[in-house]
């Protein structure tokens, strides 16, 4: 259950992150950029990112930017928050920005695989059962035929 709620905070976090980039390229800040997501994400990390601005607010460093990327257990994720960190610090530029798609595609294939696995996985069990109540219904017709058998009916 734990893994499935990591798998679903970092779609999440796909998603903040193509509204970020999206925000980014059109010219803002990462600040604003950041802020301008909020509207956008979905409850799961809507509060986190809420979090991560009220802490940039207060704190300078890259803290905030850590401490946002230690909700999420996936090293592509830590990357991505770090590069943004560095683009807060550095400015934006496009060459920046291209820089983080490839790790995006790639926390996005990661994420959608293990995704898809889970939910196959789910899949495999529904398609157990008619198999189990098929051996059953099997075994009893067997049970009731040899009773018939041996009472000579």
Same mark, same amino acid.
């Given at each position: 259950?734990?893994?499935?709620?990591?798998? %679903? %905070?970092? *779609?999440?976090?796909? !998603?903040?992150?193509? @509204?970020?980039? $999206?925000?980014? @390229?059109?010219?803002?800040? #990462? =600040?604003?950029?950041?802020?301008?997501?909020?509207?956008?994400?979905? /409850?799961?990390?809507? +509060?986190?990112?809420?979090?991560?601005?009220?802490?940039?607010?207060?704190?300078? !460093?890259?803290?905030?930017? &850590?401490?946002? $990327?230690?909700?999420?257990?996936?090293?592509?994720?830590?990357q991505? #928050?770090? *590069?943004? =960190?560095? =683009?807060n610090?550095? +400015?934006?530029?496009?060459?920046?920005?291209? &820089?983080?798609?490839?790790?995006?595609?790639?926390? &996005?294939?990661?994420?959608?695989?293990? @995704?898809?696995?889970?939910?196959?996985?789910?899949?495999?069990? =529904?398609?157990?059962? /008619? %198999?189990?109540?098929? $051996?059953?219904m099997? %075994?009893?017709?067997?049970? +009731?035929?040899?009773?018939?058998?041996?009472? +000579?009916?």
């Amino acid at each position: 259950m734990k893994k499935e709620n990591n798998n %679903l %905070l970092e *779609m999440q976090f796909i !998603s903040f992150l193509s @509204y970020f980039n $999206a925000y980014l @390229y059109s010219g803002n800040n #990462v =600040y604003q950029s950041i802020s301008k997501c909020i509207d956008n994400l979905k /409850p799961e990390i809507k +509060g986190s990112v809420i979090n991560l601005i009220d802490h940039i607010n207060e704190d300078k !460093s890259i803290t905030p930017f &850590k401490n946002f $990327a230690d909700k999420f257990k996936n090293e592509s994720i830590n990357q991505l #928050v770090i *590069m943004i =960190y560095q =683009y807060n610090q550095n +400015g934006k530029g496009e060459e920046n920005i291209s &820089k983080m798609i490839p790790l995006l595609d790639k926390l &996005k294939n990661i994420t959608m695989n293990d @995704y898809i696995k889970k939910e196959s996985e789910k899949l495999n069990i =529904y398609l157990m059962m /008619p %198999l189990v109540s098929l $051996a059953i219904m099997s %075994l009893s017709f067997s049970i +009731g035929m040899l009773q018939s058998i041996s009472l +000579g009916v």
